[in-house]
């Protein structure tokens, strides 16, 4: 075969464009700090809400203080605009500090918190809450 610089030009072009095209998409991860809550009367929930335009898919877990996932993961296609909770697992201990951790391919595009909630007969409220960063 005959090569000209045209087509080494255009090879080494396509060689390129190859690589930017499929680049290794490795997930980012935000996490919330731990909140204490206290066993049977409050309990932990995960938060999180899609400010973009475009849906993400957003992985959730609920870990405690020695590094357990207690809920989750749980990974849902979040709708734009649209937010989820996960509640902390009645078959799990609630009692302690736990945390939550979002994973996404990027995380720009999500605010999340945890909350410590208390039911008080006819409405919930927040004792703590931690942002995720």
């Known amino acids: 075969m005959i090569s000209t610089k045209k087509n080494r030009f255009s090879f080494a072009a396509l060689a390129v464009a190859a690589i930017t095209v499929a680049p290794n998409v490795e997930a980012a991860v935000i ?10 009367q409050s309990y932990h929930a995960c938060n999180v809400v ?9 992985t959730v877990e609920l870990i405690n203080s020695v590094g357990t996932v207690v809920t989750g993961p749980t990974t849902v ?3 734009a605009g649209h937010s989820i909770e ?20 990027s995380v720009t595009s999500l ?20 942002e995720a960063k």
């Open 111 to 130: 605010r999340g918190n945890i909350s410590v909630f208390r039911y008080m007969g006819s409405y919930y409220d927040t004792l703590a809450m931690s």
């Open 50 to 58: 899609n400010i973009s335009t475009a849906t993400v898919s957003v």
């Open 31 to 40: 996490a919330t700090s731990p909140v204490w809550a206290d066993s049977g």
């Open 86 to 105: 996960l509640p902390g697992s009645s078959s799990s201990d609630p009692s302690g500090f736990e945390w939550c951790r979002f994973t996404a391919s």
């Open 77 to 79: 296609s979040l709708l």
